[in-house]
């Protein structure tokens, strides 16, 4: 994912919009069966996988924070850190796995959507105050946790990461039948 190219501010906005308007079609469209239907190739139901659609936009927030202070440290601290976090991959699966269980049982579709809205509005927002020069800086990342991940990302990788998260598991929903349209 690293990429030394600049960085195409419009083009992410453009994914973000595209992912918002495709959640809302999705949450908008399947009805309770829907959502409790099983997904393929994840434990999860659909509803559950949407919100843990949702979520990789709700991690960027926090792993701007990181990348903020690893991206300053010697590469050292962020490969220990990286190789720690490899190393709490069982338990981070199994949190990982619960975590949409539980939320989707308290995130209805409408509080889904909203969320949706403003955690991609707050992402659109910083990256638009991003510095160029920040965009470069990286740190290392925990490979086994996400096959997305790449062992170094940058901060331009990282505003681009949660559409292509989003992109990867919207291929694994079961609600075929809502996608005609697109």
Do not use: S
Not at 9 to 21: K, L
Not at 53 to 64: D, E, S
Not at 95 to 113: D, I, Q, S
Not at 127 to 142: D, N, Q, S, T
């Amino acid at each position: 994912m690293a990429n030394a190219d600049p960085m195409d501010r419009q083009a992410v906005h453009d994914d973000y919009d595209r992912a918002r308007r495709t959640f809302h079609r999705l949450l908008e469209q399947a009805g309770e069966a829907d959502l409790a239907r099983r997904t393929d190739g994840t434990r999860w139901t659909n509803k559950q996988l949407l919100w843990h659609m949702l979520f990789g936009y709700m991690i960027v927030l926090r792993l701007l924070v990181l990348v903020r202070v690893f991206g300053r440290l010697p590469d050292g601290a962020g490969r220990w850190f990286a190789r720690l976090l490899n190393a709490a991959t069982v338990p981070f699966d199994l949190v990982n796995y619960l975590g949409p269980v539980g939320a989707a049982k308290v995130y209805g579709p409408r509080r889904m959507a909203a969320k949706f809205d403003r955690v991609t509005g707050r992402l659109e927002r910083r990256l638009a105050a991003e510095p160029e020069a920040a965009l470069v800086r990286g740190m290392h990342y925990p490979v086994r946790w996400d096959p997305l991940f790449r062992d170094f990302m940058t901060l331009a990788d990282l505003y681009r990461y949660p559409t292509r998260h989003f992109d990867f598991h919207h291929r694994q929903l079961t609600l075929d039948e809502l996608e005609e349209g697109d």
